[in-house]
C-alpha cells in the first residue's frame, strides 16, 4: 500500500502526478523532451537508456513501462529490450548506443562515476556533445523518476499485458498527451 | 574540464541549462515548484532537505549553492552546517528530522524507504503533501547532483559565489538564471 494517500486505480507514477499535479506537469514536461521529442537519438534508444538505469535502480513500474515504450519504438522487439537490460554489451544494438549506456550505468552509481575516457570513446564511436547531454540527463532523471515511484511505496502491477498496451499508446502519442486523463486539463500545458 | 563543451564561465548547473534550454525549462520550474512556491514547509526546510541530500551524493556544486539559499533563508549558515554534519543533532523541529531521514533513505534508493519511517514523521507532524514533497525533492536532488557532477562541471571553490547565488536563489527563485548569461555567439 502506498505511504500516502494517493489516488487508487492509478498505478506507479501516475498515482503520484495525479496526487501533485503542480509538480507533474514539469515532470512530464522533461521526460516528453528527453524521450519523445525529435532528437538525432531514436525514441527506441532513448527509452532503452531509461530503461537499462530502471533496470539497475530496480525499479519494476518504470522498467516494465519503459521496457514497453522502448519495444513499441522497436518495431515490437521486446527479446531485445530484455537483452539490453541482462548484457547490453552483447545486445544487437549500434557501438554507439552501448557506449552511451555505459555513460548511463555510471550516471546510475553516481555522476561522479563519468570519467573522461567513457566520454572520448562514445565520441570514438560517434556520439555527439548533445547525445552525450541527453545520455546523462536521461540516466539522471531516471535516478528521480525510479525514486520517486518507489520511494511512495506506489501500486506497480504484475501484469505485463498492462504495461506492453499502455507502452504502444505512449511511444505513439508521448508523455504529455497521454497525462491529459489524469491530470486536471489546467495544468496540462501544450 | 567540462566532459563537452558547455558555455565557459557558467558554474554547475548554469552551464548545463545553458547548453540545453528545452531541459532547463521544466528542470527549473520543477525546483521552483519544490523549493520555492508557498508551502506548509518553510523554504528554509526545503532548502535544508536539498542541501543534506547533496551533501550524501557529494556533489559540491549544490550542496554549496542549496546550502547558501538555506542560510540566506534561515538568516544563518550555523543549522546547514549542523544538518550537513548530523541533522539529529541539528537545531531542527522533530518533524523536520523525521523528513531528513526520510530524504535519506531516497538518496540511497526509493526501497529504502519503510512505512515506520513515514509513520514516525506523521506522529511529529507531517501531511501527506509535506511526505510527497520531500520524497519528491530527495528524489530530484538525485537528477540535480548526477547532472551537475556526471557533465564534469566547472564548479568553482568560491564561496562569495555561492553566497551571491544564494541570495539570489532565496528571493528570486528558480525560474530565471541565478547567473548572469554570456552574450549569445553571433552567427
Aim: with cysteine.
Amino acid at each position: 500500500m502506498p505511504y500516502i494517500a494517493l489516488p487508487e486505480d492509478l498505478p506507479g507514477i501516475r498515482g503520484a502526478m495525479a496526487f501533485r499535479p503542480e509538480t507533474a506537469r514539469p515532470l512530464n514536461d522533461l521526460v516528453e523532451t528527453l524521450l519523445h521529442s525529435p532528437n538525432s537519438l531514436t525514441s527506441g534508444e532513448r527509452e532503452l537508456i531509461a530503461t537499462s538505469v530502471s533496470y539497475l535502480n530496480d525499479c519494476h513500474y518504470c522498467q516494465s513501462i519503459h521496457g514497453a515504450i522502448a519495444a513499441a519504438s522497436l518495431n515490437d522487439n521486446e527479446e531485445l529490450v530484455k537483452r539490453v537490460k541482462a548484457d547490453f554489451q552483447h545486445a544487437d544494438i549500434s557501438d554507439k548506443l552501448k557506449a552511451l549506456l555505459v555513460i548511463a550505468s555510471k550516471v546510475q552509481k553516481g555522476g561522479k562515476h563519468v570519467t573522461a575516457e567513457d566520454v572520448e570513446h562514445a565520441r570514438s564511436r560517434g556520439a555527439t556533445d548533445l547525445e552525450i547531454h541527453d545520455t546523462v540527463l536521461i540516466a539522471a532523471a531516471f535516478c528521480m523518476f525510479n525514486r520517486y515511484v518507489d520511494g511512495l511505496g506506489t501500486w506497480q502491477p504484475q501484469d505485463e499485458a498492462l504495461y506492453r498496451e499502455r507502452g504502444k499508446r505512449v511511444a505513439r502519442e508521448g508523455y504529455v498527451t497521454v497525462s491529459k486523463e489524469y491530470l486536471p486539463a489546467e495544468v496540462v500545458t501544450k | 574540464m567540462p566532459h563537452i563543451s558547455l558555455p565557459e564561465g557558467l558554474p554547475g548547473i548554469t552551464s548545463g541549462f545553458a547548453f540545453r534550454p528545452e531541459t532547463a525549462k521544466p528542470m527549473r520550474e520543477l525546483a521552483h515548484i519544490l523549493l520555492h512556491e508557498p508551502n506548509s514547509l518553510t523554504p528554509g526546510e526545503r532548502e535544508l532537505i536539498a542541501t543534506y541530500v547533496s551533501s550524501q551524493n557529494g556533489c559540491y556544486f549544490c550542496q554549496t549553492s542549496h546550502g547558501a539559499a538555506a542560510a540566506s533563508h534561515l538568516g544563518s549558515s550555523e543549522v546547514v552546517k549542523q544538518v550537513e554534519t548530523d541533522f539529529q543533532d541539528a537545531s531542527v523541529s522533530p518533524k523536520l528530522k523525521a523528513l531528513l531521514a526520510i530524504a535519506g533513505k531516497v538518496q540511497q534508493g526509493g526501497k529504502n524507504v519503510t512505512s515506520a519511517d513515514v509513520e514516525h514523521a506523521r506522529t511529529l507532524g507531517a501531511t501527506d503533501i509535506e511526505i510527497h514533497d520531500t520524497v519528491l525533492i530527495a528524489a530530484a536532488f538525485c537528477m540535480y547532483n548526477r547532472y551537475v557532477d556526471g557533465l564534469g562541471t566547472w564548479q568553482p571553490r568560491d564561496e562569495s559565489m555561492y553566497a551571491k547565488m544564494g541570495e539570489h536563489l532565496a528571493t528570486e527563485g528558480y525560474r530565471t538564471p541565478s547567473m548572469p548569461q554570456p552574450e549569445p555567439a553571433l552567427k
